[in-house]
């Protein structure tokens, strides 16, 4: 399948990871790879602007950066990120 974020073709996701249109949208555009290049992000912004992902706030936080990740170019590392040290 083509990859929306890839850019080219990748190994699609075995099953949605969400529920109803979101769900099927990434499991129909969006690569195995693609989904775990968005869990890195995730975590590093969850850590950065110490989310509680089960607060509706962060949730609906998260979602909207997911979709801006995964569909569009302009997703950014949060504010004052440092990369860690190699």
């Known amino acids: 399948m083509y990859c929306q974020k890839l850019k ?5 996701l075995d099953k949605p990871p969400f ?15 693609a989904w775990g290049l968005w869990l890195t ?8 602007n110490r989310l509680t992902p089960f ?3 962060a ?3 998260l979602k909207a950066e ?3 990740f995964l569909f569009t170019d302009s997703a950014e590392a949060p504010e004052g990120y440092v990369p860690p040290a190699k």
């Open 59 to 61: 949730r609906a936080l």
């Open 55 to 57: 607060e509706p706030e």
């Open 8 to 12: 080219r073709e990748a190994e699609p």
């Open 41 to 48: 992000q995730q975590t590093m912004l969850i850590n950065e």
């Open 19 to 33: 529920p109803g249109e979101l769900g099927q949208k990434l499991v129909e555009n969006i690569s195995k790879e």
């Open 66 to 68: 997911m979709e801006k």
